[in-house]
């Protein structure tokens, strides 16, 4: 019963503590296991991991995240749970902090809950130190390299309260995340950090913002679109100097799920008149127009040739501020929606 298992997780007797840990794990990687989604097992089981920085530890964290891997597990974290975490994850000298990580990624899937675990976040730690657990691959003393963070701060990003804490421009946290998209060594970081910007960029209010200084997010968005193709010297005076003669052996994003982001990304930042018209000015078509040559993926290049749709209209054409104000008829939406997945379906 849970009781019993709670009340071995709570004495000292470490041998039986331990098995009863193996058992748990194997229980909780089992769905038709739900009588374990309950409080006070994930309770029991973190308390466990804050007093074991080791493998016993690292066993109530692998049940955990089993736990959360469901809705209803997720359902059932606390606050003082989700804080819980946060702590293993800032630990400098902790070796639960990638087992954390996954946990809380699992746990803000959830738009809800990934609420709840934002205002923890910003009430209790703020931003400061789990930006740098992010951005700095040297914050871990014991080498864990956390990657499965960025997809907690991606997740989080869901948040209307983080997303506003994060592009405070006083706090400067935002851009302390853009070079993960460029430099970040795995697709796990990368894609984390790429849906943060995705949904950053929702809020149309935003993008005047992260088009200037200090964020200057455009060359950060078409950089890993960018191949080591050379233009003209009239077109390389349109390009920010980040896309100005890159090397031979430059090579694009690898992932596919990544490109696609980026390519919304921009798609939204050409939604209203002045960042359509910035976005156009600085060569984004350019970048674009080769990537596009490049692409394999169907509903990639359709994706591409939606953005290029919109940069290589002037003003006059288009004739109206905000694109999303534009009222489509139902029909003609079914039509459009019709074209573009027989295009897809074509080109596969």
């Not at 809705?71 to 639960?96: F, H, M, P, Y």
């Not at 990003?157 to 998209?181: H, K, N, V, W, Y």
């Amino acid at each position: 019963s849970v009781e019993m298992i709670s009340n071995v997780l709570r004495n000292n007797d470490g041998e039986l503590r331990d098995m009863v840990l193996k058992y748990v794990l194997y229980k909780s990687g089992k769905e038709e296991n739900s009588q374990l989604y309950s409080e006070t097992m994930i309770n029991d089981l973190m308390d466990v991991a804050v007093r074991f920085n080791n493998e016993i530890g690292q066993l109530a964290l692998d049940s955990i995240i089993n736990i959360t891997a469901s809705e209803s597990g997720s359902n059932v974290i606390t606050g003082r749970q989700a804080n819980s975490l946060i702590s293993c994850v800032l630990r400098k000298d902790g070796v639960l902090a990638d087992h954390a990580c996954k946990a809380l990624a699992n746990i803000t899937r959830n738009e809800e809950k990934c609420k709840d675990v934002a205002h923890e976040l910003l009430d209790t730690f703020g931003l400061g130190d789990i930006m740098t657990a992010v951005s700095d691959k040297g914050y871990n003393e014991k080498g864990l390299r956390l990657e499965y963070l960025a997809q907690v701060i991606g997740n989080l990003t869901q948040c209307s309260e983080f997303r506003a804490c994060l592009l405070d421009p006083m706090s400067g946290q935002f851009q302390r995340l853009l070079p993960i998209l460029i430099q970040g060594s795995t697709v796990l970081e990368r894609r984390g950090i790429a849906s943060a910007v995705y949904n950053c960029l929702l809020d149309p209010g935003n993008h005047i913002i992260v088009l200037n200084e200090p964020y200057e997010i455009l060359p950060v968005l078409l950089y890993p679109l960018a191949g080591p193709e050379e233009y003209e010297e009239s077109e390389y005076e349109q390009l920010p100097i980040e896309l100005q003669y890159l090397p031979d052996d430059k090579t694009r994003e690898p992932d596919s799920q990544i490109r696609h982001l980026l390519l919304k990304s921009l798609l939204l930042l050409c939604r209203t008149r002045q960042p359509r018209i910035l976005v156009r000015d600085q060569g984004a078509y350019l970048i674009l127009r080769e990537y596009h040559k490049w692409e394999k993926d169907a509903r990639l290049k359709l994706a591409i040739e939606n953005v290029v749709d919109v940069l290589i209209r002037t003003e006059e054409e288009i004739g109206v501020d905000d694109l999303a104000s534009v009222d489509v008829p139902t029909d003609m939406t079914e039509k459009f929606n019709k074209w573009d997945n027989d295009y897809v379906s074509s080109a596969s």
